[in-house]
């Protein structure tokens, strides 16, 4: 079942902070955020896998709140180079392979 | 090498045209998958590969066809598309190195795609 995306998109001055959220109708053991600039493939972000987990990457990081069945991801202090569609995946179950996308957040950061 | 890689970039073929998309990857992951990805959309997951073996088909019509020779292989066999079935097609593969309820929940290394076009 695909997870829910939210914002669909976002407009950015440099400098700015966002939060994207995925929020899911089933049970979540792992979340997956990916980033895919413009004619390019995806590129992973993180994995968040337990309840409560919070990773984070340079001024990108996420949380995950198992009880609530969401993700979010915050992008602080946004610079020109995040700009892009942002997905989050989840898996089908506990041990599938299958792992679905969300619609996706675009994001646009301008000077 | 973190590398996968698809061949060919670009693709034009007509409807009757039989032709194959390649995936390879040196990585040594185990799990292999095909996207299919339109314009402004999510991937959409056509199939995965789990040691070798067909471990996943979403419903795909059969002029799809998958194919995995070995660990580090995967084809995709097109034959009587539709113009519909243009899209970017992105191969990716992953290593699980977990057990139990958080296994096979590895990142996904992603193909740079191969954009096909169905006239």
């Known amino acids: 079942q695909q997870p829910v995306q939210s914002p669909q998109a976002v407009i950015l001055r440099e400098g700015e902070d966002a939060v994207i959220n995925c929020s899911s109708s089933?049970?979540?053991?792992?979340v997956h955020w990916y980033r895919q600039k413009h004619g390019e493939a995806p590129v992973f972000l993180m994995i968040l896998l337990k309840g409560g987990e919070q990773k984070g990457h340079e001024k990108i990081s996420a949380s995950f709140n198992e009880k609530k069945q969401q993700s979010s991801l915050y992008l602080t202090a946004s610079q020109l180079s995040y700009s892009g569609t942002y997905f989050c995946?989840?898996?089908?179950?506990?041990?599938?392979?299958?792992?679905?996308f969300g619609k996706g957040t675009k994001l646009s950061v301008i000077p | 090498d973190t590398e996968v890689t698809q061949t060919p970039k670009h693709l034009v073929m007509g409807m009757t045209n039989k032709k194959s998309l390649k995936c390879e990857q040196h990585m040594g992951h185990r799990a292999m998958y095909w996207y299919k990805q339109k314009a402004k959309k999510p991937p959409e997951l056509m199939f995965v590969?789990?040691?070798?073996?067909?471990?996943i088909n979403e419903s795909v019509p059969s002029r799809f066809s998958p194919e995995c020779p070995n660990s580090s292989l995967l084809n995709l066999h097109l034959h009587a598309l539709q113009p519909e079935d243009s899209a970017l097609y992105l191969c990716?593969?992953?290593?699980?190195?977990?057990?139990?309820?958080?296994?096979?929940?590895?990142?996904?290394?992603f193909g740079e795609g191969s954009r096909l076009t169905v006239l």
């Open positions: 990716a593969s992953s290593q699980d190195d977990f057990s139990g309820p958080f296994a096979n929940t590895g990142e996904l290394f």
């Open positions: 590969y789990s040691y070798e073996k067909l471990s």
């Open positions: 995946g989840i898996r089908g179950g506990a041990g599938s392979y299958q792992l679905t």
């Open positions: 089933k049970a979540l053991y792992s």
